[in-house]
């Protein structure tokens, strides 16, 4: 039986140490001025030097366990998307099972680019849908301060770290991801890349002599590339969904550029209030950028029961991909799932009001199921009479 994945935990780890654009008009020729016009990005997070990729994705994680009131033992597979893992070798997904203290299940790290933690989220529906798997940890992280070169401030200004995760259950309620789109177009690969240190060009003198470790980019193409794909992905997930675009509250799109945001929002017809934005407090923190704005766009009250939401970004590939999640009572109050392990003592009035609204969705559901074939007979006969 196809299973709903609904989204009942999330957490998001951002490094301490801000990095402003007064800063970087210190390190190379650039300014405040330009920075926001260009971008909307005023400051954004650098990890410090004991941190890593997997480290973050860690904390990020565990908020969002601890939000679904799972343990890590709970855990059927674990899907890590990112650009900058610890290592090339041992994927980093295994490190983050180890680190969590998760049983020995499936884990996996997918590269693509900006957009990995979608193609993470669609990847783990697949697994619940299918009936495979309960719960699943998706995590969007990045640790990309790493891999940018500081003397290029063409790039060096745009990037920040961060990770963000959700985790994923099977449920019978209708709800949580809807649909989603994925694409790639592989011919302008080259507008994103790291030119080196992969099997194309191992690391070299030479590569170190012409810094092709790190990231390069035609930020013109991408800006076109992203201006195009993004209000175009959101639309045909809204349309995979079933809904319309008057059906959707909230769009949560990768904040790589306040422009391309805004562009966005008014080829899709939305109003202001509408689009969730923190592109000006992290920059771009690729694949952890969308899982990071979620769980922001919740802690600022900016999601509600019963929402529908779009998640839409663009990356290097280049890759785009779009989701769009209905945010149930599950969603609302994840500690639903484990209530029965909770104290009614130790619950708020408002959680207890959740709590008997989900349950009566839930036997309505039930019942639902059970009176539909009795419906559908009755209604028959009826007209066969
Ligand atoms: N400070 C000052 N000047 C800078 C600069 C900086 N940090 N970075 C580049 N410039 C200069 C360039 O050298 C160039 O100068 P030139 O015209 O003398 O050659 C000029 O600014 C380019 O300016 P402009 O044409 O106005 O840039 P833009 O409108 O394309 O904006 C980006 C530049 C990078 C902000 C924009 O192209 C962009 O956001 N692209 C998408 C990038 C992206 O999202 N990447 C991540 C994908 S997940």
């Given at each position: 039986m196809t299973k709903y994945s609904r989204i009942i935990g999330w957490g998001k780890y951002a490094p301490e140490q801000i990095l402003t654009n007064q800063d970087l008009e210190k390190m190379v020729d650039t300014s405040d001025e330009w920075i926001l016009t260009r971008t909307g990005i005023r400051e954004r997070r650098i990890a410090a030097p004991e941190e890593t990729t997997a480290t973050m994705s860690v904390q990020a994680a565990r908020a969002a366990l601890d939000k679904a009131q799972l343990r890590p033992t709970d855990l059927d597979l674990i899907i890590v998307a990112t650009s900058s893992p610890d290592h090339f070798l041992p994927a980093v997904s295994s490190t983050i099972q180890d680190m969590l203290g998760a049983k020995e299940v499936g884990a996996f790290t997918l590269t693509a680019g900006c957009t990995g933690f979608v193609y993470g989220l669609a990847t783990a529906h697949q697994f619940i849908a299918s009936g495979t798997y309960e719960n699943v940890l998706v995590i969007g992280a990045e640790l990309i301060s790493r891999f940018?070169?500081?003397?290029?401030r063409s790039t060096c200004v745009l990037f920040g770290d961060g990770a963000g995760a959700v985790v994923l259950t099977a449920s019978e309620?209708?709800?949580?991801?809807?649909s989603f789109v994925l694409g790639s177009d592989g011919s302008l690969g080259d507008a994103l890349i790291v030119p080196s240190i992969g099997c194309k060009e191992p690391i070299s003198q030479k590569v170190l002599d012409e810094r092709t470790h790190y990231i390069r980019m035609d930020g013109r193409r991408v800006l076109k590339f992203a201006i195009r794909i993004m209000s175009k992905a959101a639309v045909e997930a809204v349309k995979a969904s079933g809904l319309?675009?008057?059906?959707?509250?909230l769009l949560i799109p990768h904040q790589a550029n306040l422009r391309i945001i805004e562009l966005t929002r008014r080829h899709l017809g939305l109003p202001e209030d509408k689009v969730f934005i923190n592109v000006d407090r992290y920059g771009n923190t690729s694949a952890a950028s969308i899982p990071i704005a979620f769980c922001e766009a919740i802690e600022e009250g900016r999601v509600n029961e019963g929402d529908n939401l779009v998640m839409v970004g663009f990356g290097g590939g280049l890759t785009w991909a779009a989701t769009v999640v209905h945010m149930g009572v599950l969603e609302t109050l994840p500690r639903l799932v484990a209530w029965r392990f909770v104290p009614v003592g130790s619950l708020s009035l408002e959680e207890m009001k959740v709590i008997a609204r989900a349950t009566m969705d839930s036997l309505v559901f039930k019942a639902s199921a059970l009176l539909l074939p009795l419906y559908t007979k009755t209604g028959l006969r009826r007209r066969r009479k």
């Open positions: 940018v070169d500081w003397e290029d309620m209708p709800g949580g991801v809807l319309s675009l008057s059906d959707i509250d």
